[in-house]
């Protein structure tokens, strides 16, 4: 499938999507408290995106049971929302989409409920900066593999590791389009970002061993070795001037 290249008045669709995305999470991060379940967290998403005017976009997508994803510790993605209890200690990600008139964004961010250990803190920060680091590659005329050169260069730097078998992707008129947004290199290869692109970057780490292993539920991806993971994921415009985080907070 070819890439589509978003009109002017698309970006905005997806702007206003964005922030709809990034008030949710800002809200979401404040209620990640010890003792709040992750279905609680998954209701109040579902309320708030529906009161924001968007719809979310993850709930039935593929069979998914819920608004959210919430993804703790071990788990990098795709934790279905339940029971479990959040811990003073744990590290959360959080993962939502949403549908704004036709369009999709997509964002997730990975946090420590309470107080963390150093090594949680130190995961959390790289994971962001990772995605910083291949942010800055989103421009016209560099390629994909540029992206992804550059968010492993960083993860090694931090001394993790980049999940293997999971990236990135194509979004605006639906969930998932091309192409394919890499988390590792190498630099030089791969398609030409164009002006109108509209992509998520989505870097994706693990304290441990890249390996990972899908639940029985058909969802939940975990680390294979029980690793701490984390997760950070914007939807970006590729602007002529540069790139532009549609779901900025």
């Known amino acids: 499938m070819p890439v589509v290249l978003k009109s002017a008045r698309e ?11 990034a008030t949710v999470l800002d809200e979401l991060e404040q209620a990640a408290r010890p003792g709040v379940t992750t279905a609680g967290l998954d209701e109040l998403a579902c309320a708030r995106i529906r009161e924001l005017g968007g719809r979310p976009a993850f709930l039935g997508y593929r069979g998914y049971p819920a608004c959210i994803c919430t993804s703790v510790n071990e788990v990098v993605l795709h934790g279905i929302p339940g029971k479990r209890v959040l811990r003073e200690g744990d590290l959360l990600s959080l993962d939502l989409g949403v549908e704004y008139r036709g369009v999709f964004v997509d964002a997730a961010v990975s946090l420590i409920v309470g107080r963390g250990n150093e090594l949680a803190q130190r995961l959390v920060a790289a994971v962001e900066g990772a995605f910083r680091a291949g942010l800055e590659m989103a421009v016209p005329g560099r390629r994909l593999g540029d992206i992804g050169a550059a968010i492993e260069a ?28 890499p988390n590792t290199g190498p630099a030089g290869r791969g398609m030409r970002l164009r002006p109108g692109m509209t992509v998520s970057i989505e870097p994706m780490l693990s304290a441990g061993r890249p390996e990972t292993v899908v639940a029985s539920d058909g969802w939940t991806v975990s680390m294979r070795d029980g690793s701490l993971s984390a997760h950070y994921e914007h939807t970006v415009w590729i602007s002529p001037d540069g790139p532009v985080i549609l779901t900025a907070r």
């Open 154 to 181: 960083y993860a090694r730097l931090q001394g993790f590791s980049v999940i293997e078998g999971y990236a990135g992707h194509g979004i605006g008129l639906a969930l998932h389009e091309e192409p394919t947004v």
């Open 11 to 21: 970006v905005e669709l997806m702007r206003v999507a964005g922030q709809i995305a």
